[in-house]
C-alpha cells in the first residue's frame, strides 16, 4: 500500500526539540522547573518495520506503545507494532453518508458482485446529511440510492429521510454524521471507526482510532470489514491550566492549527491530554478532535475518563475497553499550551492556519455568521452563543443562520434553559436577537453544496463562522472570505457587524 | 533495454534467464536449440519487464496547500464517481474551484470534458482538506496522468493510488512549481524518478513511487489485488 516514509523524514528533521508555548507573548519564560515532566525524547520515524514479537518469547516485556498504537494493535491481533508499520485492521464501524455512499456502493457491487453482502450489517452506519434540503434531483436521488442498499442489505442503522418539507416527519433522521454517531452510541473507546469523511476524527473524542478515508477504501471494507493502515507516530498536545470563561475548545484547536501549520501533523496523530482537556465536556472535546484533519493529522484522541463513560451511559450496550498510552510511551514531539493565557482566535481566509487574534481583526467588516456544522453546530455550541447574545440583550447587525447539527440538536435549541435567562430557550434568546430562525439539520452550508442551499454564499461576502474550513469558495463563492471562530466569537461578531472578540460582552 | 522494472510483480532478470529443466512450450520441445537461443526465446517469451510509465505533455502549475475543494467543489460531488457518465462530467469540472485571478487559464477549456494538461505541477499539502475521493477521480477523468507535487495530505495519496486515478509523485526538493509555467512542455520518468520541463531546461529528481506504483499502474487498489492473486475476481461471499 501507499508509503509516506519521506514525508514523515521531512517532518522529523523539523521537529527536533520539545517546545513549549504560551501564546501569545511567545517572550514568556516559564521560571523553575517544577512543572515540567520528564522531557519526551524524539523518535524519528523512518524505522525500518520490525517483524512482531510473540509473547511467548518476551516473557513480561511489553514495548511501550501510545494509545492510537494500543488501538491499531489490538484492531491487527498484534502484541505490539510501531509507527511507519502497515496493518491490516478489523474495522468496528464504517460510516458513510449521501454524498460519497452512492459511490462507495457502486464500487462495492462492481469489485464484489452484484449479489455480496457487506461484512456485517450491524457495523455499517449510513447517515445522509450533507445535501438533503435541496431540490437537486441528483442529490435526492443518492439519498434513494443509499436506501435502496439499505433495504436490500437489511443494514441495521440507517437514518433515513424521506419527507424533505419537514424534517421532523422523519422519526429516523439524525443529521450531522459525526454528531449523530455520537449521539447514537456508535463511538466507543478502543474501537476503529472509519468514515467516508474527512472529519470522521471527530470521533477520537472518545477515545478510539478515527480517520477518514475514500470511496474506494470504504468500498473495501464494506466487502472484507478491514483496511489496511499505516500506523501513525503520535504528538501530544498538553493543555493545561484553567479554561477562562471567554474561550472554547475551538480556539484551542485553531491555536494549535495556527501553530503547527495545515501540513504540522500530516500522517500523525493528534494526542490531546492534560487538565484543561480533562475539564471539557465531550462535545468539546469533539471540536477539539473535529479539526485534527485540518492540520493534516490522521486521527485525534482525548483518552477516555469518567466523561466519557457517563456520556455512554445509555447511549450503547456494546461492551467497550479503553487504551491508554504507556508512560514509557515515545511522542513524535510534544507541545504544550497554558490555556490559562490564551485568547479568543480566528482563522483568517484563506486558511484553517491563518490565526489572528480575535480582537486584532476588530476593523474586519462582516456580512454574515454561520453557526452550524458538526465542528460548531451542537447544542453547547447554540447554548455558548445564546451565553453571548443573553449578555448583550441587544440585536444582530447581520444576518445570522443558525443550523443544529442534528434532531437533537434542533430539539435543545428549542427545549434547554439558558443558564442565567430565567428560563429562556436558546431558541427564544436567538429570535430575540434578531437571528434567522434555527434550520433544518444537516450539513448546510458548511461546505456550500447546491446552489439552493440554506445560507450558502452565492456572492462574495465576509462570514464569520463555527465551521472547519476556509479555503477559497468552501462556503460557496469563490471570492467568499471565511473567518473561522468559536460560538461565542461568532455571536459577538453578529452583535457588532465585526469580527469581535467575545470578552467584549463576556466580561 | 531497460534493466527489471522496480515493480513488486516483476522478475528478476536473473530468474527471466536461469535454464528451466522442464521448459512448457511444445514448440522447444521439439527444436534442437543451442543453450544461447533457448536464452533468448525465454526472454522473449517471458513478460519482458514492463518499462515504467513515462508522460510527456503541457503541465498545468498550482501553488502550495491546493485542498481538494479547489481540485472539485462540493456542488459538483452529487455527481456518483462509479457511475460512467458522471465520472465523465467530473472530469470535466476538474480545478472548477480555483480562483480565476490566480489561475487565469482554466484547467479544462470551457465546453470541453477533459483537460490538455497531462501532468499537474504543485507545491506543498496537496490536495489537503476534505476527504473527497472525487479529486483524484476529476483529475483522472480529465486525462491527468500524474501529479508532481512537493508533498501531499494523506487521504488524498491513499485515494490516488486506492483508484488508480494518477500518480502521486513527490519531488525531492521544494520550489519546483515557482519555476514552471502553465503550457510548460514536461516529461515525468518514472523509470528514472526525473521530472523534465523542456520549456525552462530544468530537471528535478523525484521520489519513487515505491509501492504503490504498481498499484495505480494495475488500476488502483482491487484490480492490482486481482492481478497478483490478492483476491479473487469477483468474491462470493
Redesign the interface.
Known amino acids: 500500500?501507499?508509503?509516506?516514509i519521506?514525508?514523515a523524514a521531512?517532518a522529523s528533521a523539523a521537529f527536533a526539540h520539545k517546545k513549549e508555548l504560551a501564546a501569545p507573548a511567545p517572550a514568556q519564560h516559564r521560571a523553575g522547573s517544577s512543572r515540567r515532566t520528564k522531557p519526551c525524547r524524539v523518535r524519528a520515524v523512518a524505522s525500518p518495520a520490525r517483524a512482531p514479537r510473540a509473547p511467548s518469547s518476551t516473557g513480561s516485556v511489553k514495548s511501550a506503545m501510545t494509545m492510537t498504537e494500543k488501538i491499531l494493535a489490538r484492531a491487527s491481533e498484534r502484541a505490539a507494532l510501531e509507527p511507519g508499520e502497515n496493518v491490516w485492521v478489523d474495522v468496528d464501524v464504517l460510516m458513510t453518508h449521501d454524498?460519497?455512499g452512492?459511490?462507495t456502493?457502486?464500487?462495492f457491487k462492481?469489485?464484489?458482485?452484484e449479489d455480496?453482502?457487506v461484512w456485517d450489517r450491524e457495523k455499517v452506519v449510513i447517515i445522509p446529511d450533507?445535501?438533503i434540503f435541496t431540490s437537486?434531483e441528483?442529490?435526492n436521488r443518492?439519498v434513494d440510492?443509499i436506501r435502496d442498499f439499505c433495504v436490500e442489505q437489511n443494514i441495521k442503522y440507517f437514518y433515513d429521510i424521506k419527507d424533505l418539507s419537514n424534517f421532523k416527519a422523519n422519526p429516523d433522521y439524525k443529521g450531522v454524521c459525526h454528531v449523530a454517531l455520537a449521539q447514537e452510541g456508535h463511538c466507543r473507546p478502543g474501537e476503529v471507526l472509519l468514515g467516508?469523511?474527512?472529519h470522521?476524527c471527530n470521533a477520537g473524542a472518545f477515545g478510539q482510532f478515527a480517520t477518514?478515508?475514500?470511496?474506494?477504501?470504504a468500498?473495501?471494507v464494506l466487502?472484507t470489514g478491514k483496511a489496511l493502515l499505516k500506523v501513525p507516530p503520535t504528538i501530544r498536545f498538553v493543555l493545561d491550566g484553567e479554561m477562562p470563561p471567554y474561550l472554547l475548545a475551538k480556539d484551542l484547536i485553531l491555536q494549535i492549527i495556527g501553530e503547527i501549520s495545515?501540513?504540522g501533523a500530516?500522517?500523525k496523530s493528534m494526542e490531546f491530554v492534560g487538565s484543561t482537556v480533562e475539564s471539557l465536556t465531550m462535545e468539546e472535546r469533539m471540536t477539539l478532535c473535529n479539526m485534527v484533519?485540518e492540520a493534516?493529522g490522521?486521527n485525534g484522541v482525548v483518552p477516555a475518563d469518567e466523561t466519557t463513560f457517563k456520556y455512554l451511559e445509555g447511549k450503547t450496550s456494546i461492551d467497550y475497553e479503553p487504551v491508554y498510552s504507556d508512560a514509557q510511551a515515545r511522542f513524535f514531539s510534544d507541545y504544550r499550551f497554558d490555556v490559562s493565557k490564551l485568547e479568543p482566535v480566528v482563522a483568517k481566509p484563506h486558511?484553517p492556519d491563518n490565526r489572528a487574534l480575535a480582537r486584532e481583526c476588530k476593523d474586519v467588516k462582516i456580512d454574515r455568521v454561520y453557526i452550524g456544522s458538526c465542528t460548531g453546530g451542537k447544542t453547547e455550541d447554540f447554548l455558548a452563543a445564546a451565553k453571548v447574545f443573553l449578555a448583550s440583550g441587544k440585536k444582530v447587525k447581520v444576518p445570522t443562520f443558525l443550523v443544529p447539527a442534528t434532531q437533537k440538536v434542533w430539539m435543545d435549541v428549542y427545549s434547554l434553559p439558558v443558564p442565567g435567562s430565567g428560563g429562556k430557550t436558546c431558541s427564544q434568546i436567538f429570535e430575540e436577537a434578531g437571528c434567522d430562525t434555527p434550520a433544518s439539520p444537516s450539513c448546510g452550508a458548511c461546505?456550500?453544496?447546491?446552489?439552493d442551499t440554506y445560507a450558502r454564499m452565492n456572492e462574495p461576502m465576509v462570514c464569520v463562522s463555527t465551521t472547519n474550513?476556509n479555503?477559497?469558495?468552501?462556503m460557496?463563492h469563490?471570492?467568499g472570505q471565511i473567518y473561522l471562530a468559536s460560538p461565542y466569537t461568532a455571536a459577538a461578531s453578529a452583535l457588532t457587524g465585526y469580527v469581535t472578540d467575545p470578552r467584549d460582552f463576556l466580561m | 533495454m531497460a534493466a527489471a522494472a522496480p515493480s513488486a510483480t516483476a522478475v528478476s532478470t536473473a530468474a527471466l534467464l536461469a535454464p528451466n529443466p522442464a521448459p512448457t512450450s511444445a514448440f522447444l520441445r521439439r527444436t534442437q536449440l543451442t543453450r544461447h537461443r533457448l536464452h533468448s526465446l525465454k526472454c522473449r517469451r517471458a513478460a519482458a519487464p514492463r518499462r515504467p510509465p513515462l508522460f510527456h505533455g503541457e503541465c498545468f502549475v498550482v501553488g502550495d496547500?491546493i485542498?481538494t475543494?479547489?481540485i472539485i467543489?462540493?456542488?459538483h460531488?452529487?455527481?456518483?464517481?462509479?457511475?460512467p457518465d458522471e465520472y465523465r462530467k467530473l472530469g470535466s469540472f476538474a480545478f472548477a474551484?480555483?480562483?480565476?485571478a490566480a489561475y487565469p487559464t482554466p484547467f479544462v477549456a470551457p465546453g470541453e470534458e477533459s483537460s490538455r494538461y497531462a501532468v499537474i505541477v504543485g507545491g506543498?499539502?496537496f490536495g489537503?482538506?476534505?476527504?473527497?475521493?472525487?479529486a483524484p477521480v476529476a483529475l483522472g477523468a480529465a486525462g491527468t496522468r500524474a501529479v508532481v507535487a512537493e508533498?501531499?495530505?494523506?487521504?488524498f495519496?491513499?485515494?490516488s493510488?486506492?483508484?488508480g486515478e494518477v500518480y502521486p509523485l513527490?519531488l525531492t526538493d521544494a520550489g519546483a512549481w515557482k519555476e514552471c509555467k502553465t503550457g510548460d512542455v514536461v516529461t515525468v520518468d518514472l523509470g528514472n524518478s526525473v521530472f523534465i520541463n523542456h520549456t525552462s531546461g530544468k530537471e528535478y529528481k523525484l521520489?519513487p513511487i515505491?509501492?504503490?506504483g504498481p498499484?495505480i499502474e494495475a488500476g488502483?487498489?482491487?484490480a492490482y489485488a486481482r492481478k497478483t492473486g490478492m483476491i479473487a475476481s469477483?468474491?462470493?461471499?
Do not use: W
Request: hydrophobic share 30%; charged share 25%.
Open positions: 500500500m501507499a508509503s509516506s519521506s514525508t521531512k454524498v460519497c452512492p459511490g456502493i457502486g464500487i462492481k469489485e464484489f458482485g455480496a453482502k450533507h445535501y437537486d441528483r442529490a443518492n440510492i467516508t469523511d474527512s470522521t477518514g478515508i475514500g470511496n474506494t477504501d468500498g473495501f466487502g495545515v501540513s500530516t500522517y484533519i493534516g490522521k486558511s461546505l456550500g453544496g447546491p446552489r474550513r479555503f477559497p469558495g468552501r460557496g469563490k471570492e | 496547500n485542498d475543494d479547489q467543489p462540493a456542488e460531488l452529487t455527481l456518483v464517481p462509479s457511475k474551484g480555483l480562483p480565476s506543498a499539502n489537503c482538506g476534505s476527504s473527497r475521493e472525487h508533498g501531499y495530505a494523506r487521504i495519496f491513499r485515494n493510488v486506492a483508484t513527490e521520489k515505491g509501492d504503490a498499484v488502483g487498489i482491487f469477483k468474491a462470493s461471499a
